[in-house]
């Protein structure tokens, strides 16, 4: 984890813009991997589909995790995040629009990092990214990396 890449899992296009603009605004990441589903996240993650040939070693210093998405929802990719030797340790937050308590407990239950439900109002949903953004990659102290499997 000695980049600065955000892995962001949402699947609505507006909360993509308004998450890639509060992003931009402080330039401290290097990069920002989209992924509209959690499938494409958990295939960024562990090398699979479109990314087989990525070197999974390279683990984002972060990921930005939507509950509600298509195909495999954000508790599932979280619990394969946990479950995975090489990625358990991986920051997660749940950036959510879901106000839920069963969604709040259950991402605890598996161990995010935060839950963070999205602010409706364009400013407030822009200052929680960049709080986001200045804890986790600047002010925390992130775990060292994984070692590589021996498989």
Not at 58 to 86: F, H, Q, S, Y
Not at 96 to 112: A, G, I, P
Request: charged share 25%; net charge negative; hydrophobic share 40%.
């Amino acid at each position: 984890m000695n980049n600065k890449t955000i892995l962001l899992v949402e699947d609505n296009p507006n909360d993509v813009t308004l998450t890639l603009q509060a992003l931009k605004k402080h330039k401290l990441a290097n990069d920002v991997i989209l992924a509209r589903d959690g499938v494409e996240a958990l295939d960024y993650l562990f090398g699979r589909g479109s990314h087989a040939n990525r070197d999974v070693s390279a683990t984002p210093a972060l990921v930005l995790l939507d509950i509600k998405l298509p195909k495999v929802d954000g508790l599932e990719v979280l619990r394969e995040i946990r479950a995975n030797e090489l990625t358990a340790m991986l920051p997660v937050v749940m950036l959510t629009s879901s106000r839920e308590e069963q969604d709040l407990l259950e991402s605890y239950r598996l161990h995010c990092n935060s839950y963070i439900c999205k602010p409706v109002d364009f400013a407030q949903f822009v200052h929680a990214v960049e709080q986001l953004e200045i804890y986790w990659l600047v002010t925390n102290e992130p775990p060292p990396p994984a070692p590589p499997s021996k498989t």
